[in-house]
């Protein structure tokens, strides 16, 4: 078995909802937020094989590629790096096994690592995601921290799509959050092109259920960032 990243896989559409879920009242850490992506794909991932994708979960982890998991033999030194959130204890069990192979893989190792994944890619996993031949669209389902930045205010930002895909001409992205109650939205921005701070993607935002929402709508992969006040 080997691992290879992935990029620009194509998609035709995205659609992305972010629940953020307080911990606290404004002096935790940091709050939680779930992401739920829905992709239509353009074509096979691999054509004619089934795959297993080793997802990003921190909001830095989301600017490296995929991994995708294969049957060849691994040849050589492999080098992984996480980042240090948490996880579900199926995803655990992978990122320790994938350590194990940092000085290439006994047959042991080996067979540890594919039984860790065969539980992530079946259970509730945040970063494990199988994807059968003729397969046009994937649900991923992960969590990201919105960080403690100051005094009672928090910040998280995705990129959307992930980076590995890449939308194709004709495609967009929807994407909305929900804030917690009681929070003030100091900031929500989308920007097309992350390094520059004016290439804004306009938003709307509304008010339901008592909590604050904000939403895009684009055609390209920008990235979203939002900070809020307790």
Same mark, same amino acid.
């Given at each position: 078995? =080997? ?5 620009? @896989? ?8 972010? +629940? ?11 709050? +939680? ?6 992709? $239509? ?6 054509? *004619? ?41 199926? +995803?655990?069990?992978?990122? #320790?096994?994938?350590? =194990? ?11 540890? %690592? ?20 003729? $397969? ?10 919105? #960080? ?11 990129? *959307? ?5 890449? @939308?194709? =001409? ?8 929900? %804030? ?14 992350? $390094? ?17 929402? !904000?939403? !895009?709508? !684009? $055609? ?11």
């Amino acid at each position: 078995m =080997a691992f290879e990243p992935l990029s620009n @896989i194509p998609v035709r559409l995205v659609d992305t909802t972010l +629940d953020v879920v307080s911990r606290g009242s404004g002096e935790q850490t940091h709050d +939680d937020v779930f992401i739920t992506t829905q992709l $239509q794909l353009q074509g096979d991932i691999a054509a *004619g094989e089934r795959t297993t994708l080793i997802l990003p979960l921190a909001s830095e982890a989301q600017q490296q590629p995929i991994l995708r998991y294969t049957d060849r033999a691994i040849n050589g030194a492999q080098v992984f790096t996480f980042d240090d959130v948490e996880r579900s204890v199926y +995803d655990q069990e992978v990122v #320790d096994s994938l350590e =194990a192979l940092a000085d290439g893989a006994t047959k042991k190792e080996q067979r540890d %690592l594919a039984v860790d994944i065969g539980r992530a890619a079946q259970s509730i996993s945040s970063t494990v995601v199988t994807v059968e031949p003729g $397969q046009r669209t994937l649900r991923l389902f992960y969590g990201i921290a919105a #960080d403690k930045v100051a005094d009672r205010e928090f910040e998280f930002s995705v990129i *959307g799509p992930l980076p590995s895909f890449v @939308i194709q =001409a004709g495609g967009s992205i929807g994407v909305i959050a929900t %804030l917690p109650r009681s929070t003030i939205v100091i900031k929500a921005e989308g920007l097309f092109n992350p $390094q520059d701070p004016n290439s804004v993607v306009p938003p709307s935002n509304a008010v339901l259920g008592g909590r604050p929402v !904000w939403g !895009w709508f !684009w $055609q390209n992969d920008p990235l979203f960032r939002i900070r809020y006040r307790y």
